[in-house]
């Protein structure tokens, strides 16, 4: 299957800082990532679809500015927290569809801001 | 629009007793369903898949789901636990059957003991 890899799997960050997050699709070139929030005990919820060579699709309540999605090439999406401030400490995972019907999921960011 | 709920926040067995975690849905048009098994501190790692076929599906690590369409179901099944089953569980939808913009119930904590 798809191997996704996430980096890095956990980050500290002070308040204020801007933290960037890599989902590479290692044996897929994927036109379309898609990244997800897991809050504590809490299930994921799609934050974004990052579409390659165009502007990511944002879920309703999730800020375009304050989570800034670049998909430059097909194997490559990035998450940038900018400003990050403690309510966004969370778990990020991506996910890549290789076309059929199964999702393969990075395994996950971890971001703590102190 | 669609959701998925899984009414156990955790469940309990013992080894060697065969389990269920459950699994509802609610969607508008033909269901495409999964269930994923995920690790402390990782990505989601994937178990089955329903999306069109025999109601019995068979995934991973020995584990099952029983597509129930009159009671809009799809519980995970195994026959016999292992203590290395404990995980978060999560039953999950898509709007389409390629496994894109999944939403996912809020996870169920599987807890087997020896």
Redesign the interface.
Known sequence: ?AV?S?HP??VICKSGTSVKIECRSLDFQAT?M?WYRQFPK?????MA?SNEGSKATYEQGVEKDKFLINHASLTLSTLTVTSAHPEDSS?Y?C?V?R??????????T?LTVV | AQSVAQPEDQVNVAEGNPLTVKCTYSVSGNPYLFWYVQYPNRGLQFLLKYITGDNLVKGSYGFEAEFNKSQTSFHLKKPSALVSDSALYFCAGGDTGTASKLTFGTGTRLQVTL
Not at chain 1, 42 to 46: F, G, I, P, R, T
Not at chain 1, 99 to 108: K, N, R, S, V
């Open positions: 299957g996704v996430q799997s956990w379309t898609f809490q299930s994921l919820m799609l679809t778990f995972i996910s569809n076309g059929g019907t199964e999702a393969f999921f990075g395994q996950g971890r």
